[in-house]
Nanobody, 125 residues
Framework: VQLQASGGGLVQAGDSLRLSCAAS????????VGWFRRTPGKEREFVAV????????HYADSVKGRFTISRDNNKNTVYLQMNRLKPEDSAVYYC???????????????????WGQGTLVTVSS
């Protein structure tokens, strides 16, 4: 199983970016795929998840209304559309997959068995 995160870059505050998480060795519709991020000196935190089964989406409060997670089954890829970016969104973003994910554990990183390598997002003010 491999998850390939891409799409990061350097942008200005207010700009948009779309991150991609391309999967191989599994089908994205059979797993829940989440995005997490980590900034230097801080723990990795939950950003968003696209759950398998009911295809529900959930977001951290800090990104709700600005970020959108989506899934393209044909491309076996999950996206994170990030709009109205802020400097505090700067981080390394990771995608991760969970084969079983109950609603109460969507932010629990231990529930995600597979992780991508991360893509760096830098938002300048």
């Amino acid at each position: 199983v491999q998850l390939q995160a891409s799409g990061g870059g350097l942008v200005q505050a207010g700009d948009s970016l779309r991150l991609s998480c391309a999967a191989s060795g599994l089908t994205v519709r059979s797993v829940s795929v989440g995005w997490f991020r980590r900034t230097p000196g801080k723990e990795r935190e939950f950003v968003a998840v696209f759950r398998r089964g009911d295809s529900s989406t959930h977001y951290a409060d800090s990104v709700k209304g600005r970020f959108t997670i989506s899934r393209d089954n044909n491309k076996n890829t999950v996206y994170l559309q990030m709009n109205r970016l802020k400097p505090e969104d700067s981080a390394v973003y990771y995608c991760a997959a969970a084969t079983g994910l109950i609603a109460s554990a969507i932010t629990n990183q231990d529930q995600y068995a597979y992780w991508g390598q991360g893509t760096l997002v830098t938002v300048s003010s």
